[in-house]
Each structure stands twice: as C-alpha cells, then as structure tokens.
C-alpha cells in the first residue's frame, strides 16, 4: 500500500517560474489537503478539498491554486513562485472531512526551494 | 480565529523520565483531538487520538482531555532518546472543518 504519494520529493525554481506539485492516495479518502510546514511556524492548512469536485481556501491560499482531479489526485500549482513559497509541502488525506475522527495521513512531502 | 498553542521547546528531559506535552485550544465547540509525532526531515505520524474527557493508555503514551479547560496533554512515560522528535498537537473545532495545527513542541530525550 502506497497511501499518499507526492511528487516531486524535492524542486528548485527561479523566482517568478511556475510549477504543479502533484498528490495521490489509493485509500479510497474522500477528503485531501495542502499544507506547508517552515521552521517554527508548524503546518498551515493552503487549500483543501472536502470530496471530489470542491476546493476551499485554507489559512495561507494567496500565490497557490490546485485542482482535485479526480477521487485519488489532487494538485497544487504556483503560477509565479516567490521566494516566500520555499517551504516544505504535505499533502494528506482523511476518509471524510464530514466525520469528527478526522485521521489525517501524510504523504513523505516535497521540499521546495525559490531563489 | 481558531487557534491551538503549545510550547515551542525544546523540552529536554533524561532517558527514563516522564516527558509532559501540553496543548491548549481556543473553541469550546472542539470535538476530537490529536497528537502527531514528526522526526527531523520526516511527515508527520499520528500516536494518539482522544475525544472524550479523561486519560487515554497506549504503551507508552498518555492523552489526557480536559474539556472545561481547554487543555489536552501528552505524556510520555520511561521516555527514550528515540521520542526525540516534534510533537504536534491538532484539533477538530466543530462541523465539516479541517483539524488545526499547533507549531508543535520539540523533545529531546537526553541518554
């Protein structure tokens, strides 16, 4: 069982270059997140997206955009990095956002650097 | 706003004790709560989970939930340098809402 996979583990762009960090689970989870995680700040919720075909906005969205693809994939995309977005990003997912026992299950992350 | 605070640390304490996290949170209304461990270049992995007010056993680890207060712990007994690692605590605050995230308390189990 692969459970949430994430690519690319690691990513180095120049300030203003776009690209799509891509999510997958095979847990069959109908909810999936976004966060970022920098050094003492914990982890920041940027988009999630409660079942197929919603997005909402988290606690950090502006610079970002994503896309729940279909039941098993969702992505997260910069138009135009900015060195503010290095950080590292996990997606993860829970069963259902609609129950209280929300699990969360994180995919190994991806290390994003912008110069 | 909706906020979980802990410690930042580090809590240091000697192979063998017992190491005491704690975590407060802002909304009464909040339903389920969570402790995730995360070791240095790592995701972060759930250890224990409580929902209801009182202790909570496994191996180890204790989650203690008192609701009135506001206030959930971990405590993790004969401490071992391998719990050496960021403990993250996370709270449903009610209906269909993501968990939220303290900065987490960094331990470190001195052998």
């Known amino acids: 069982n692969a459970g949430v996979t994430q690519t690319p583990k690691f990513q180095v762009l120049k300030t203003g270059q776009s690209m799509t960090l891509q999510c997958a689970q095979d847990m069959n989870h109908n909810s999936m997140y976004w966060y970022r995680q920098d050094p003492g700040m914990g982890l920041r919720l940027i988009y999630y997206?409660?079942?197929?075909?919603?997005?909402d906005k988290g606690e950090v969205p502006n610079g970002y955009n994503v896309s729940r693809l279909n039941k098993r994939e969702f992505s997260l995309r910069l138009e135009s990095a900015a060195p503010s977005q290095t950080s590292v990003y996990f997606c993860?997912?829970?069963?259902?956002?609609?129950?209280?026992?929300?699990?969360?299950?994180f995919g190994a992350g991806s290390r994003l650097t912008v110069l | 706003q909706k906020e979980v605070e802990q410690n930042s640390g580090p809590l240091s304490v000697p192979e063998g004790a017992i190491a005491s996290l704690n975590c407060t949170y802002s909304?009464?209304?909040?339903?389920?709560f969570f402790w995730y461990r995360q070791y240095s270049g790592k995701s972060p992995e759930l250890i224990m989970s409580i929902y209801s007010n009182g202790d909570k056993e496994d191996g180890r680890f204790t989650a203690q939930l008192n609701k009135a207060s506001q206030y959930v712990s971990l405590l993790i007994r004969d401490s071992q340098p391998s719990d050496s690692a960021t403990y993250l605590c996370?709270?449903?605050?009610?209906?269909?809402?993501?968990?939220?995230f303290g900065k987490g308390t960094r331990l470190s189990v001195i052998a």
């Open positions: 996370a709270v449903n605050m009610g209906g269909n809402t993501p968990l939220v």
């Open positions: 909304d009464r209304v909040s339903q389920s």
């Open positions: 997206s409660a079942s197929e075909g919603t997005t």
């Open positions: 993860a997912s829970t069963p259902s956002i609609f129950s209280g026992a929300n699990v969360l299950t």
